[in-house]
C-alpha cells in the first residue's frame, strides 16, 4: 500500500514539474520586471525629479546624481525586457539584484519588499528562465554541450 503513495506522490511530482513549475518561473520574471519597469518609466518620464532624488534623497556614493539617475532609468527599462522574454535571464537577474542591494543598502533600508526581490532573482539567477523562456529555446536549439567560455585547440 506505502508503494501506491509513494507512486503517486512521484507522479504528481514529475507533472508539477512539468506544468506547474514553468508557470511559476514566468510569474516570477512578469512580477519582478514588471516592478522594476514601474520604477524606470517613472523615471524617463520624469528625470529632472529622479535626478533631484539621486542628488538629494538617495545616498549613492561615487557616482553623480545625473550619472546614478540615468544609469538607473536605462537599467529599470533594458532589464525587465530581457526578464520577460526570458532572455539573458541570468545576466538580467543579477543586474536587478546588483540594483536592489544598492536600494536596500543605500536608499532605503531596512525594507522589506527588497528581500522578496532578492528572493525571486535569486532562483532567477541560479536556475535560469525556465522552459518558458528563449534562454530555454536557444539553449535546446544551438545545444547544451556548446560553452562558449572554454577554448578548443584545433
Not at 517613472?42 to 534623497?57: C, H, N, P, V
Not at 537599467?75 to 543586474?95: K, M, S, V
Not at 543605500?106 to 518558458?132: A, D, K, M, Q
Request: proline share 3%; aromatic share 16%; glycine share 6%.
Amino acid at each position: 500500500m506505502s508503494n501506491k503513495w509513494v507512486c503517486a506522490y512521484c507522479w504528481l511530482c514529475q507533472k508539477s514539474n512539468t506544468y506547474v513549475v514553468p508557470v511559476i518561473d514566468l510569474s516570477m520574471r512578469l512580477f519582478v520586471g514588471w516592478v522594476f519597469w514601474k520604477s524606470g518609466i517613472t523615471k524617463f518620464e520624469g528625470i529632472d525629479q529622479a535626478i533631484f532624488l539621486f542628488e538629494y534623497e538617495y545616498n549613492v556614493p561615487l557616482l553623480s546624481p545625473d550619472i546614478a539617475a540615468y544609469l538607473a532609468m536605462s537599467a529599470e527599462l533594458a532589464l525587465p525586457i530581457l526578464l520577460w522574454l526570458g532572455l539573458g535571464t541570468r545576466f538580467a537577474a543579477i543586474g536587478l539584484t546588483m540594483m536592489t542591494l544598492i536600494i536596500e543598502i543605500f536608499v532605503y533600508p531596512n525594507t522589506t519588499e527588497h528581500y522578496f526581490w532578492l528572493l525571486i532573482l535569486s532562483s532567477l539567477w541560479s536556475r535560469g528562465g525556465g522552459v518558458l523562456s528563449l534562454d530555454y529555446l536557444l539553449t535546446r536549439r544551438f545545444g547544451q554541450n556548446q560553452n562558449v567560455f572554454t577554448y578548443k585547440k584545433a
